[in-house]
């Protein structure tokens, strides 16, 4: 079956814009993540949602970040005004829910270079 | 907070030698570990799942062990080939995940 799906694969934005990422999981799957991989650095958690439980925001490195979950699918991840520092591969990630026998399943990632 | 670290950071092995990778980790409240593989410029590939109260996972070539309790895992690649290059990481879910930094495997022909 279809596996976990971004887009776009990459983005190039000017500093100060807005971008929008993308990430539809495995259907059906209640959990769904985002991680962003800084080159050079490993693999940062950002935010999670479990069904309709409020999101765990503990990771966004500041308010210029926001994500949401429409409908219990698809998720947009918001980097406002973006900077420099925002430039790094972003990884969507979905499971069928929380606990120890579910893994995670990654997408291919958005690849964002801010200039 | 949970730090996860990852040993060795990069390994290079002749085609054929078994290797051991190792994976810490601070906090032994967790879900499972969950061990992926990563080739340059892609995503994660899921390699092993190992829940909380298991103690290994095998799949073909690979075999994963978890110590809750002294808080490590390590990842057994036997007869190891040059297909196998890439980077190993090892993450350690408690509703979410930490990551080590990987350990960068290179298989010479």
């Known amino acids: 079956g279809a596996g976990v799906s971004q887009s776009p694969s990459n983005k190039v934005t000017e500093k100060g814009k807005d971008v929008e990422l993308r990430c539809d999981p495995i259907?059906?799957?209640?959990?769904l993540y985002w991680y962003r991989q800084s080159l050079g650095q490993g693999l940062e958690f950002l935010i999670y949602f479990q069904g309709n439980s409020a999101p765990d925001k503990s990771g966004l490195p500041s308010d210029r970040f926001s994500a949401e979950r429409t409908g219990g699918s698809v998720s947009t991840l918001t980097i406002q005004r973006t900077q420099q520092e925002d430039s790094a591969v972003y990884l969507c990630?979905?499971?069928?829910?929380?606990?120890?026998?579910?893994?995670?399943?990654f997408g291919p990632g958005t690849r964002l270079t801010v200039t | 907070k949970q730090e996860v670290t990852q040993i060795p950071a990069a390994l290079s092995v002749p085609e054929g030698e078994n290797l051991v990778l190792n994976c810490s980790f601070t906090d032994s409240a967790i879900y499972n570990l969950q061990w992926f593989r990563q080739d340059p410029g892609k995503g994660l590939t899921s390699l092993l799942l190992i829940q909380s109260s298991q103690r290994e996972q095998t799949s073909g070539r690979l075999n994963a062990s978890l110590d809750k309790s002294s808080g490590r895992s390590t990842l057994y690649i036997a007869a190891s080939q040059p297909g196998d290059s890439a980077t190993y990481l090892c993450?350690?879910?408690?509703?979410?995940?930490?990551f080590g930094d990987g350990t960068t495997l290179t298989v010479k022909p």
């Open positions: 259907s059906g799957h209640t959990a």
């Open positions: 990630a979905s499971s069928p829910g929380q606990g120890s026998g579910y893994e995670q399943y």
């Open positions: 993450a350690v879910n408690a509703g979410k995940s930490t």
